[in-house]
């Protein structure tokens, strides 16, 4: 359920601010999104994993909390970042 090397770059340099950001709120909630949907095709096969179920949850939750911290500091940012994700809010 891990994300490949690979698509974890192309997530970091598609939402980073400047060259060496890795961690800012953008590329959390990128990393969070496609963790979440790694996590809910596992959970598609796996019907009785809750462990995986209650992962499931609390990322979506730190998720949501960064998305909050986002638009309360960020709109702009906040705007574009759940246009290019898809994210319903």
């Known amino acids: 359920m ?8 192309q997530v ?11 961690g800012s709120p953008e590329v959390q909630i990128a990393m969070l999104t496609e963790k979440i949907s790694s996590v809910a095709e596992h959970l598609k096969s796996h019907e009785m994993d809750n462990h ?12 949501n909390r960064l998305l909050r911290y986002l638009a309360r500091t ?5 705007q574009a970042l759940i246009a290019r994700l898809g994210l319903r809010k």
């Open 74 to 78: 960020d709109t702009q940012a906040y």
């Open 52 to 63: 995986s179920r209650r992962g499931l949850i609390m990322m979506v939750g730190r998720r």
């Open 2 to 9: 891990a994300i490949e090397l690979e698509r974890r770059q």
């Open 12 to 22: 970091v340099s598609s939402n980073r601010r400047h060259d060496k950001d890795t």
